[in-house]
Antibody, heavy 125, light 105 residues
Framework: QVQLQESGPGLVKPSETLSLTCSIS????????WNWIRQPPGKGLEWIGT???????NYNPSLKTRVSMSIDTSTNQFSLRLTSVTSADTAVYYC???????????????????WGQGTAVTVSS | EIVLTQSPGTLSLSPGERVTLSCRAS??????LAWYQQKPGQAPRLLIY???SRATGIPDRFSGSGSGTDFTLTISSLEPEDSAVYYC????????FGQGTKLEI
């Protein structure tokens, strides 16, 4: 059974950098797409970014100047860094697996089928 | 920039009723659409992928349909445990979530 587990500090000071790691068990990080999603208190879901196992990335344009993601295939982990945080970055952060099947006829989208339990991050001094 | 709109925002129904939730994209995304259920304090759970395929372990009272710009999630006979927020999510050049529909049973 595939499981994802987010880890990182629950409290970050304004203007500092938020760093989170997602540990994958029960599946290989290879040949998959991995995401960070966040949810501010009482609000909806916001996609932060996607990283492919090769290291290629795709970031939300609204966060692009502050976001970076990395992947470590040797430890089956991927990470998120968000710089210059403000109170608007207070949220529950989720890591997810996103699956695709690419065929010559068409692509099939399997959605984000595995989610971590989420980790709450508060930005406050 | 693509826009994704869910409706209604909130609804309150009784057990056994049938409900259809709507998700509309401002431009065609084919069938690159998924539906998720989120209960309080829990991570979202994938219900439907590729617009109409049920994810593993999802009861058959949940069904999805649509393609292009208009999609629906139907729950054929509501159970009390279906109380949740339901999100649609498309994939264009990147994932995008709708704002959610809160369903109270």
């Amino acid at each position: 059974q595939v499981q994802l587990q987010e880890s990182g500090p629950g409290l970050v000071k304004p203007s500092e950098t938020l760093s989170l790691t997602c540990s994958i068990s029960g599946d290989s990080i290879s040949d998959q797409y991995w995401n960070w999603i966040r949810q501010p208190p009482g609000k909806g879901l916001e996609w932060i970014g996607t990283i492919f196992y090769s290291g290629s990335t795709n970031y939300n344009p609204s966060l692009k100047t502050r976001v970076s993601m990395s992947i470590d295939t040797s430890t089956n982990q991927f990470s998120l860094r968000l710089t210059s945080v403000t109170s608007a970055d207070t949220a529950v952060y989720y890591c997810t697996r996103e699956r695709w099947l690419r065929t010559p006829e068409r692509d099939f989208y399997f959605g984000m089928d595995v989610w971590g339990q989420g980790t709450a991050v508060t930005v406050s001094s | 920039e693509i826009v994704l709109t869910q409706s209604p925002g909130t609804l309150s129904l009784s057990p056994g009723e049938r409900v259809t939730l709507s998700c509309r994209a401002s431009q065609s995304v084919g069938t690159f659409l998924a539906w998720y259920q989120q209960k309080p304090g829990q991570a979202p759970r994938l219900l439907i992928y590729d617009a109409s395929s049920r994810a593993t372990g999802i009861p058959d009272r949940f069904s999805g349909s649509g393609s292009g710009t208009d999609f629906t999630l139907t729950i054929s006979s509501l159970e009390p445990e279906d109380s949740a927020v339901y999100y649609c999510q498309l994939y264009d050049t990147s994932p995008l979530f709708g704002q959610g529909t809160k369903l109270e049973i």
